[in-house]
């Protein structure tokens, strides 16, 4: 889960797309990624869109993404997952039960997603006002 969070991940083998992807190491300095920055965020991350090559020699898809600060360890995006994914969850949705999670660490904003301890998804929101993501209910 960390790779898919950290780098992306091919969602499906017979396919392009792309999921994931919130580490300030996607950039034009690395060789494995063609990013356009879209937006700088007022609490330093960013909205971009990125390519990447697969293993199969595959370019994935355009993937819209938003980054971690460029200030933030591939460690300190771990440690703000486990410690939001830790919190009182806002939101749960029906189809398989997982939970939403969101908080501030550092001054930015993360959303994960789990269902029972193991968490599906993490990501910095990009310091916009949220609410309850689709197919989410309240906890109330």
Request: aromatic share 4%; proline share 8%; net charge positive.
């Given at each position: 889960m960390q790779e898919?969070?950290?780098?992306?991940?091919?969602?499906?083998?017979?396919?392009?797309?792309?999921i994931g992807g919130?580490?300030?190491?996607?950039?034009?300095?690395?060789?494995?990624?063609?990013v356009e920055v879209l937006q700088t965020n007022i609490d330093g991350t960013q909205k971009v869109k990125f390519v990447t090559q697969y293993p199969d020699g595959n370019l994935?898809?355009?993937k819209t993404s938003t980054l971690f600060p460029e200030s933030w360890s591939n460690s300190d995006i771990i440690e703000s997952i486990q410690i939001v994914g830790n919190t009182t969850p806002i939101g749960v949705r029906a189809s398989d039960g997982a939970n939403l999670y969101r908080g501030v660490v550092n001054g930015v904003q993360v959303e994960?997603?789990?269902?029972?301890?193991?968490?599906?998804?993490?990501?910095?929101?990009?310091?916009?006002?949220?609410?309850?993501?689709?197919?989410?209910?309240?906890?109330?």
């Open positions: 898919k969070i950290l780098h992306g991940q091919r969602k499906n083998p017979a396919k392009n797309e792309l919130h580490s300030p190491d996607i950039n034009n300095n690395n060789p494995n990624y063609a994935s898809n355009i994960v997603i789990k269902i029972g301890d193991v968490v599906t998804s993490g990501y910095p929101t990009g310091g916009m006002k949220t609410g309850l993501l689709p197919g989410f209910s309240g906890m109330d």
